[in-house]
């Protein structure tokens, strides 16, 4: 088995070596996770601190995470094919990708006597 060492302190319970290097959980820093991230207000709740720096979570941006994404801040304006929402489009039926822009082709199914379906082209 390989040996992982990160020195006489490890990682302590903040974090897991790999390599001989720590790899620490969000929130904590330094050569052996001992050192809690400040971010002011921590993020607002909304993103995660690491090294003092605010990773927003989906629909927030700001240095702290302290605005909300407006409307039409998606990519394309959802290409006039969904509707955004935090920060991502929700498409409409038939459509698909981070701006809409993707046609999805739709299988046309009809009702067998036995109550399965069978579909034309492919698919269940």
């Known amino acids: ?29 330094g050569d052996h996770c001992g050192v809690q991230s400040k ?8 993103g995660a601190c ?7 979570n989906v629909g927030f ?6 605005k909300f994404l407006q409307d039409n801040s998606c990519p394309k304006n959802c290409s006039g094919r969904g509707v955004c929402q935090y920060g991502r489009c929700m ?6 990708g981070p701006d809409c822009s993707v046609i999805v ?15 034309e082209g492919r698919g269940s």
């Open 39 to 46: 971010c002011k207000n921590n993020c607002n709740g909304r």
């Open 1 to 29: 088995a390989q040996e992982h060492t990160c020195g006489s302190q490890g990682c302590g319970q903040h974090g897991v070596c790999a390599n001989s290097k720590c790899y620490c959980d969000p929130g904590w820093e």
């Open 50 to 56: 690491q090294r003092g720096k605010c990773f927003c």
């Open 105 to 119: 082709m739709q299988e046309k199914c009809r009702k067998h006597p036995t109550s399965k379906h069978l579909c």
């Open 61 to 66: 941006t700001g240095d702290y995470c302290e």
């Open 91 to 96: 498409c409409a039926e038939g459509h698909s």
